[in-house]
Each structure stands twice: as structure tokens, then as C-alpha cells.
């Protein structure tokens, strides 16, 4: 008996010898990942905790260090990862119905959002690094720059640790979407080879909830750190 | 796929040859197996820690070692223990080998992720191994802050080292929810399924909610050593309570990580060696789902002297209480199953009743802490370090101990000498009590857990306490001496040599690659004695 044999979407597919059926199996595989989600929402969930804790703790400084975020960014980010849902919900539908063409071009639009999103926020995170807007001890601001910034206000004296928060939320986020884009880039090579039809899309019907998950996440970041006085 | 000889000539262990076959292997027998091995490693060390810390208590001030050597020695072995020994113990080792099999599949499912979560154990004991290149830590198993917190990179080593270790727990816990729901032979309802498999079912769930918590919670740790983020730490307003309350969230369910799988295995030992259907299936199968889901809002009783305010105290006090009863529920269903039962004291079931009497001494302790007022009397004393080693060796050790004695046969085809099991047993069961009971006395006297240093009063039942320790080891080198010999020289045991019912005794000894020469229809209970 064969293990997964992934070249032929023509004839019946192959599946893993202990399942019964192939669609077992793709049933199997995305409770796998649905769980896996589960995870995911629990880890998260740890920062948005402590985050909820010190917002309430110290509401000044995330008054404060929230002057230091900029809306545009946040908010093109934010479109652009709804957008990059779309196409990889489009993606999925394409590979399911085996319109290879338009699967691949749904793909790429979704890998070309990540690296949107990632170049923004190379964007935002070297213009703080450059203020000296660093976390928690390494917090160096430059009285001087960040005057022209915000204009005169007093900053409270733990300020970095809205940047901590800010560098935690934002970059452990940020290697979700290298991850997922890595991810995509998987089965886009995959759907270029023709291994997806009808019968069988569960890798991408996986990633794709992975990305959107990802996408979920941010929609809680932006508010939390952008809008949320 | 290989036929299956008649006489039973293939199976799992000969199905492929060499070491790089066991190293690449997606069958969770085999990958049960070198849990198995790798478990048995990290106890020898762990274990050595211990009789290290026990030898080094013999007397008042200094024995073998300083007192910095002391504080790395017990965060070595507390964290090689509780990470690396108990909670991939009973799961990952004996649910791998037993889960797929108890409920009639050939594997489970999703294989690579099996063998993937053992790498992810082996890597993060490696990462954590290299904090030994710092000097070591010497925060405890619980790395609390902000002691943990001062840009010491031992504690970075061993915070990833968990963290990867995590995925591990994680990956086992995924692969067993999903397993169990997608997996069983047609017949093997939820009603149907083994004991042990709820217990495992129950322990996934935790696994898998609580584990990326503690992920967090390390990294966030690691990244206050490495950024100094501030979480943590005082001198930025951070509050190192916050930590204590991330740790505790995911490490008291994690004690029921450790224990769930243990109450399974416990399950199966009494009702096949008593010969008589389990009493209250279905009780004991929901009592472990319960225990699993109030096993989230208990964590507040590590914390009573912390500073958490005297009304979360007065609440997590009385959830902790609520755990007794699920585990009541369990503890009285055995004793109901033994009743007029055809009891049979093969060395199995010597560690189950062994299980049974120490996890009850354990358990009626846990409600003394649990309560406010004695809490503030026993916390961070001896009684507390008795306590959790009457749950955790007293319990989970005993069941480990009783489950390979009892699946040994069908895991290799061959039977250990069960006097030389039994003799075991008493090494292990009168010095765990030599070793554990005078702790609770030490205790409620007042001596603090952790020290390296004791008030000369409590010199003597100290020494009584070590004393029990090196029975324990002896009776580890003769289990170690008894599963050897087995292994090498132990007679042919046939399918079934306990004569028990679930359905990884029904094919043949060692189980063939697939387990089933035929998937097995299920038609009854799992526990059909009379």
C-alpha cells in the first residue's frame, strides 16, 4: 500500500494506508488544523491578556506611546491583508474547481500582500528604531525627534514598555506572516505542478485557514495599538 | 505492504532493520518505543539529580556540593522531571504505542507530526541542556521572576529549551484528538472506547489549550532576558505576579497532564487483574473530561501568599476543592471494581493498588493546600514538596511503572519475571513512604522546600528521608535489571498472557506493522468480564 502519492489528480487519489478514504483523510487533516488554530488563538491570547492588564495599569503610556503609531500604515496593512484573504479564499475555490491559471495568479496576489504587509512594517519598525523607540530597558528615545513628532509632551517614564508590547504584538504576528507566506509559497509551487483538483486541495484549504487566522489576529492588533487611545 | 507470517513471525520490530529505519519511522509503535527509550534516559538523569539533592540533605550544612551547586542540581532535576519524564511519560510513550491500537486503528493520524513531536522533545532538551555552558540556572523548575530576569542567558537556554519541548506536548496532543475522533474501527463508539483512551482524550485537550500558553510565557521570559521588555519587571511597572499567574495557568492544568493518563492506566490494570467489568464506565470516562475542564480555573491556589486578593483566593480555594470530587469519583469506582473481583497481584497490579493508596494521600493533602488558611502555614514548606511527589511519583510513577509491566509483553512479545517486578514494587513503594512521609512531617514543622540548609531539629527525619531515597533507586536498577532481562531472555508471552478484553491484546505479540492482521469490528463494551 502506497502512502500519500500527490501527481495524479486524474485518477482516484491515493491516500495515507490508515485512512479509509481519501476524503477521510481530508477530514482528519482539517480538524488536524483546526486544532492547530486552537493553539494558536490560546497563544495570542497570553499577549492580548497582558496587554488588557497594563492598558489598564498604565492607560497614560499607551495614550502616549499610541501618538507613536501611524494610522495610514496600520490601516493600509489592515486592507491589505483583507485583500490578501479574498484572493486566498479565491485560490482555494480555483484549485477546487482546477482553473490552475487563475489558482496560481490568486496565489501569488496573496504572497505579494505578505510582502506588502512585511515592507510597511520594515517601513515603521526603522523609523522607531531610528527615534530610539526601543523596548522596555533598551527604550533610547531622542527628546529631539520625538518633539517634532508628537510635539511637547511629557512621556511617562515607563514608555518602553508600550514599545515592548508593540515589538511583541507586531513581531510575533510579523513571523506568523513570513510563516504563512512560506507556507503559500508551498502550495503555490504545488498548484504550478498540477497537484490539486477536485479530489484533493487539503494543503491548501489548510494554509489558507492558517493565513487567515493570521489575518484575524491583525484585525485585533490594529485597533489595539493603532486606534485605541 | 509485507504479508503477515502464520506463526506471527512478522511484525513492528523486524517490519524494517537498522537504526536510521527506527530514526525515520512514522509507525507510532515504533515511535512509542523510542519515547520509551528516550523517557527512561531523562529519568536515569533526573533521578540521579535527585538522589544528589537527597545525599546532600543527609546533613546540616555542607555535604557533597556548595550551596550554588544545590540550587542548579534541583532546578535540573524538578525541570528534566516535570518537561522532559512525566508529562511525555504516559502519552506520548505508552498512549503512542496503545491509543491507536485500543481503539482499533493502524496508526495515528497524522504520523509525521508523531515523528516530528519527538525531535521537538529532543531538540528542546538539547537547547536547555546548553544553559549548562552558563553555569546553569538556579531559578527552580518555575523560573520565577524577577529572579529569572536578570540577562542571564542559562534561563534564555532553558525557556526555548521548553518552549520547543512544548510543541512536542503539543503535536502529541493534536495528533490524539484527532485520532480518536476520525480513527475508530467501525463499532468503536465513544461509549466503547477504553478508559485509557478517555484519559489520553482528556490529557490532549489539555495539552493543547494550555501548552501555547506556557509558549508564551517562556518567550516573553526569554524576551526579558534578552530586551528586558518589562513585562516582568518592577523597575518598568511590570508585575512579576503576572508571570506566576501565566506560569500557573499552564502548569497546573499540566499536573493534570501528568495525572489524566496515569487515572487511564490505572483504569485498565484494575479491571483486568480484578477479572471483572469496570464499575461505572461512564463515570469515570466524564470525571476525566471534568477534571480536564476545571483543571483551568485552579491555578490562583499556587499563588495564596503572592498577593493575589483574599477574594480570588477565597474562589480558586474552593475550584481547587472542586477537583477532589471527579478524582473521587474515579478513586471509588476502582475500589467498587475490586469488589468481588477475582483479584490477581501480579506485579501490575501491585502498582496499581500502590497507585491507589499513595494518589490518595497525595490528594487529600492537595485539599489541606488548597485551603486558604492552612495554605499560608504550609506554602513553600516540605509539605507541599511531599505532597506533589505523592501525586507525581506516588501517582504517575506508579502508573508508568504498572503500564510497562503490563504492556511489556505485548510490546516486545515477551514477559518479564514478575517476581523480580514485585520485588520492585516493594523497593519503590516502602521508600517512596521512607523517603515522602517524614517530608510531610518536616513540613508542618516548618522546614522550607528548596534550601540547602536545615535547622539542626530537623536533622534526623531527614536522614530517614534520604535513606528511603536510595530504596527507591534500588528498586529502579531492579526494574531496569527486570525489563533487560525480559528483553533479552524473557519466554514467549502469546497475544494475551493478563487474558484482558480492549482490543490491542486481540492480535498477536509484538503487534504486526498495521496492529490488525484485520480491522476489528467492535460489537460490545470495552470490559466485558462478567
Redesign the interface.
Known sequence: ?STANHGNTHSVRHH????ESAE?EH???K??VW??L???I??????FV?YA??HH??PE?FKIGSKFTDVRYGATNTVVLLFSSLTMALGIYYCQIKDQKKAVIALSITILCGFIFMGIKYLEYSHKIHLGL?????YAGNADMIASEIGNLKLP??I??YF?FY??MTG?HGIHVLIGMGLIGWVLIRTMRGEFGPNYYTPVEGVGLFWHLVDLVWIYLFPLLYLVE | ?ASTGAHGEHNYLNHQKGIWSWLTSLDHKRIGIMYFITVMIFFLVGGLFALAIRTELWSTGETIMTAETYARVMTYHGAVMVFLVIIPGIPAFLGNFFL?MQIG???????R?NLMSWYCLLLGAGVALLSLLYGGADTGWTFYTPYSIKHAPAVICMALGVFIAGFSS?LTG??F??TT???RAPGMTMNRIPLFVWALYSTAIIQ??????L???V??LA??NI?????F?PA????PV?FQH?FWFYSHPAVYIMILPAFGVISELITTFARKTIFGYTAIAYSSLAIAAVSFFVWGHHMFVSGQSEFAGVVFSFLTMLVGVPTAIKLFNWIATLYKGSINLASPMLFALGFMFLFTIGGVTGIFLATVATDVHFHDTYFVVAHFHYVMVGGTLMAIMGGIYYWFPKMFGKLCNDAWARISFVFIFVGFNVTFYPQFVLGSLGMPRRYFDYLPEYEHLNKVSTIGSYLIGIGFVVALITIIHGLLKGKPAGPNPWGAKTLEWQTSSPPPH?NFHTTPIVTAGPYEYR
Open positions: 500500500m495515507a494506508h490508515h485512512y477521510h477530514q482528519s487533516s480538524e488536524g486544532v492547530f486552537c493553539t494558536e490560546l497563544m495570542f491570547g497570553g499577549l497582558a492588564i497594563f495599569l498604565f503610556t526601543l523596548p522596555g530597558d533598551w517614564e515607563n518602553g514598555l515592548s515589538f511583541m510575533i | 505492504m491507536p486503528a493502524k496508526d495515528v493520524a497524522f504520523p507530526l503539543i493534536l495528533n484528538v484527532v475522533h476520525k480513527l493543547v489549550l494550555a501548552t501555547p500558553v509558549a508564551i510565557t518567550v516573553l524576551a526579558e530586551f528586558g521588555i518589562g513585562f519587571d518598568l511597572g511590570g508585575d503576572l501565566f498495521e
